[in-house]
């Protein structure tokens, strides 16, 4: 008995971080309509697979693709141009301004493009992402063939075409109806963003949540992510961050913390009660010196945490391979035990805990029967990864983004060995360089 399919992975070992951990030796991944229909060893096949495209990888290892919980995607056309300042001074003496001068739909979708172009190559096949005009990095994403929760951002402050939080709003609501009520490609899912509690007042909080209740659609916010947000925030309404969103009804399983540096023990448990998520973004978090997440503390009370890298104005990268190494080794030293954050639990972050904390675990995270056929090949060949004992480990202290040989994305094979199969990505350079050049 045969069965057709649309493309088949096989060829080496199958690393699929399933509910029961499994690694095939000599795997076999089978994907038909963009969903695995089959995984796990070749021999055990009890129906030939015959498909029109086959990858093999010849030793190389696959695995889920991995989900980045956070970016501005768009903000690749300031990479580099505000560093080694703290958070306050690098939003608003260079990056409002910035912003200022060049936001715009052109800016948005081809400084998208350049970040997908980074996170696929370097095995991100699921990004969140929050900022303006984010109808135009859905074009990108789209282009791309890249798996992206798209958030509409909500935030008060003064820029070119975004003068008043009702207009805000407005754009907010057409975009969330856009992609909830018309229909939108499975690989896009509509949300929102609302910047942060110490630049949006409860009232944009309050009407943010009803917005994404009434379409079913998950929130992000920026939340406690430096002191002085702490102090503003308590200086303004005599309370925390936390407690604040908590007071105004805006915590919820629907939202994401992002961030999150900045709490106490209560506020943990808080935010564990009401089911909200986490994203941790070491990489940024270290840069602007905002701090060490808890992250020990809220996975230890049963918090969804995700990773992400933050924006690639603030990172400047966007590989999730850092990401974890510094992830587990910012945690070792906070907590002065090199045992307490454990590569396995570091690698489920950027998998199916990073999903679950999107809202998306029942399509992302791992490679199941039923699940996106979102996967990564490695090449663990070379000799920065040799000798290979234990595949988690050496995905998190060892691997970095250019091992990754090929990214497929819904069953479509987007990137392989240095060439994308869906955009030129020369001339996503050449137009961001022209975008970024307005900077002087």
């Known amino acids: 008995m045969s069965r057709n399919v649309d493309l088949i992975v096989k060829g080496g070992p199958v690393l699929t971080f399933d509910e029961n951990d499994a690694l095939y030796i000599n795997g076999l991944v089978a994907v038909d309509k963009g969903d695995i229909v089959y995984v796990g060893e070749e021999m055990d096949l009890t129906e030939e697979f015959v498909a029109e495209d086959t990858v093999d990888v010849e030793g190389d290892l696959i695995m889920p693709g991995l989900i980045n919980g956070h970016t501005h995607a768009a ?43 980074e996170m696929i190559r370097s095995g991100i096949t ?40 009702e207009r805000m709003f407005e754009v907010a609501r057409e975009f969330i109806k856009t992609h909830v009520e018309k229909g939108a490609s ?34 992000f916010t920026h939340l406690a992510e430096t002191e002085d947000e702490v102090r503003q925030v308590k ?76 924006g690639p104005a603030s990172n400047n990268r966007q590989d999730l391979f850092y990401e974890m190494d510094l992830c587990a080794k910012e945690q070792k030293q906070a907590r002065k035990d090199p045992g307490v954050m454990k590569a396995k639990t570091v690698l489920a972050m950027a998998l199916f805990l990073g999903a679950e904390a999107l809202g998306l675990e029942e399509r992302i995270g791992s490679l199941e ?3 996106a056929a979102d996967i990564i090949v ?46 030129d990505e020369s001339e996503v350079i050449t137009k961001v360089f022209e975008i970024a050049g307005r900077l002087g």
């Open 75 to 117: 903000m690749s056309v300031m990479r580099g141009y505000a560093d080694d300042l703290p958070l306050d001074r690098w939003l608003e003496d260079y990056i409002f301004p910035a912003e200022g001068m060049l936001m715009s739909d052109d800016m948005v979708y081809w400084g998208s493009l350049l970040s997908a172009a």
């Open 126 to 165: 699921t990004v969140a992402d929050g900022y303006l005009f984010e109808a135009s990095a859905v074009r990108a994403f789209r282009r791309a063939g890249m798996r992206a929760v798209c958030a509409q951002g909500i935030m008060e402050f003064p820029t070119p075409q975004w003068d008043d939080t």
């Open 186 to 219: 499975d690989l896009i899912v509509p949300a929102l963003f609302v910047h942060s509690p110490y630049i949006c007042t409860p009232d944009t909080y309050r009407r943010a949540k009803e917005l994404a209740e009434k379409y079913d659609v998950r929130l």
């Open 235 to 310: 200086e303004r309404y005599d309370t925390s961050p936390v407690r604040l969103l908590e007071k105004e009804g805006v915590l919820s399983d629907r939202l994401s913390a992002v961030h999150a540096v900045w709490v106490d023990p209560e506020e943990i448990e808080i935010l564990s009660e009401y089911g909200t998520a986490v994203i941790h973004c070491p990489g940024s978090n270290a840069k602007l010196a905002s701090g060490t997440a808890p992250i020990v503390a809220y996975l230890e009370a049963g918090v969804p945490v995700g990773l992400g890298t933050d």
């Open 369 to 371: 029967a039923g699940k």
């Open 378 to 423: 490695m090449d663990l060949s070379r000799p920065h990864c040799s000798p290979l004992f234990n595949y988690p480990s050496h995905l998190v202290y060892t691997a970095r983004g250019f091992d990754v040989k090929t990214s497929i994305i819904g069953g479509r094979v987007v990137y392989h060995w240095g060439r994308f199969y869906t955009f």
